[in-house]
């Protein structure tokens, strides 16, 4: 099956830095989708990311499908950012029934 | 609020015992899923319901059940609780479409079988 890997598995940031966490997956996916757990737990779909660029305020996300990566960027980080990221990529065949393979994560401190 | 609603928040259950976890959305979603969440690892699909009416295994089905009660509801049952299912569980839901995005998650269960 597919294999999903983020790195850095943790990363400690002082408030105001700037951050890449990277997501490589083993084969070509029709999708790429990077998720945020708060530290009480609750989950956030951030990006839906096939390929290319988008931006969200201090986020952006970019995925190169032709060579099976995608990179989140945290600018001017806030300690609100802390948690784990996530990025979570098809499960298995028939992209339309949503299943979802989810990588190791990447848990983000960031200190006042 | 709109979104997914899960209960019991946490559960202790003693070996063997039974129990379901519920999970109901708001947001007129057809598709529904259940994850658990182990210590450092990413979540592992259990679960799945693709549309009202029907369900199918994910990556981790062995030893749970679900029903898709209607389209808002869609439980989770643990026949005979095991150590090995102590876990944080999540359900989820999105509308169905070709683009796999515009997920939706409750705020999980943890729970803890000794």
């Known amino acids: 099956g597919i294999q999903v890997e983020q790195s850095p598995p943790d990363l400690i940031l002082q408030e105001g830095a700037n951050s890449t966490l990277r997501c490589n997956f083993s084969?070509?996916?029709?999708?790429l989708q990077w998720f945020h757990q708060n530290p009480w737990g609750q989950l956030i779909n951030l990006f839906y990311i096939p390929s290319g660029t988008k931006q969200n305020g201090r986020l952006s996300a970019t995925t190169v499908a032709t060579e099976r990566y995608s990179l989140l960027y945290i600018s001017s980080s806030q300690t609100t950012d802390s948690g784990v990221y996530f990025c979570?990529?098809?499960?298995?065949?028939?992209?339309?029934?949503?299943?979802?393979?989810f990588g190791r994560g990447t848990q983000l401190t960031v200190w006042p | 609020n709109a979104g997914v609603t899960q209960t019991p928040k946490f559960q202790v259950l003693k070996t063997g015992q039974s129990m379901t976890l519920q999970c109901a959305q708001d947001?007129?979603?057809?598709?529904m899923y259940w994850y658990r969440q182990d210590p450092g690892m990413g979540l592992r699909l259990i679960y799945y319901?693709?549309?009202?009416?029907?369900?199918d295994k994910g990556e981790v089905p062995n030893g749970y059940n679900v029903s898709r009660l209607n389209k808002r509801e869609f439980s989770l049952r643990l026949e005979s609780a095991a150590p090995s299912q102590t876990s944080v569980y999540f359900c989820?839901?999105?509308?169905?479409?070709?683009?796999?995005?515009?997920?939706?998650f409750g705020s999980g269960t943890r729970l803890t079988v000794v």
């Open positions: 989820a839901s999105k509308p169905t479409g070709l683009a796999n995005y515009g997920y939706t």
């Open positions: 979570a990529v098809p499960l298995g065949r028939g992209s339309t029934l949503g299943r979802l393979y």
């Open positions: 084969d070509s996916v029709n999708n």
């Open positions: 319901s693709a549309s009202e009416g029907t369900t």
């Open positions: 947001m007129n979603h057809n598709s």
